[in-house]
Nanobody, 119 residues
Framework: QLQLAESGGGLVQAGGSLRLSCAASGPFRNINVMGWYRQGPGRERELVATVSSSRSKNLADSVKGRFSITRDNAKMTVDLQMTSLKPEDTAVYYC?????????????WGQGTQVTVSS
């Protein structure tokens, strides 16, 4: 079982910055994709940013230019640097990991960390 531990959420004023970190642990060494999703009040969970083991990145249009994602394959960590935060970024942010092999796909989620952006 892969476990994901998030840290770094909190309360910040609009225009501020936060950095989220996620560390994976478990008997796995090749995590295909790691990243972040979020779920705001009354909204569905949505993709924020992901990065593959080859460091190919995918960011939601709403965060491009403001958020960046980095990954350390050796440490099995993924970080989300968030800048120019807006009230609409308020959400629970979930770390995400995908293990994929021929005929099998496993998705893992962290417990979530709250990010609140005040106006």
């Amino acid at each position: 079982q892969l476990q994901l531990a998030e840290s770094g959420g909190g309360l910040v004023q609009a225009g501020g910055s936060l950095r989220l970190s996620c560390a994976a642990s478990g008997p796995f060494r090749n995590i295909n994709v790691m990243g972040w999703y979020r779920q705001g009040p009354g909204r569905e969970r949505e993709l924020v940013a992901t990065v593959s083991s080859s460091r190919s990145k995918n960011l939601a249009d709403s965060v491009k230019g403001r958020f960046s994602i980095t990954r350390d394959n050796a440490k099995m960590t993924v970080d989300l640097q968030m800048t120019s935060l807006k009230p609409e970024d308020t959400a629970v942010y979930y770390c995400y990991a995908l293990l994929a092999s021929v005929g099998e796909r496993q998705v893992f989620w962290g417990q979530g960390t709250q990010v609140t952006v005040s106006s």
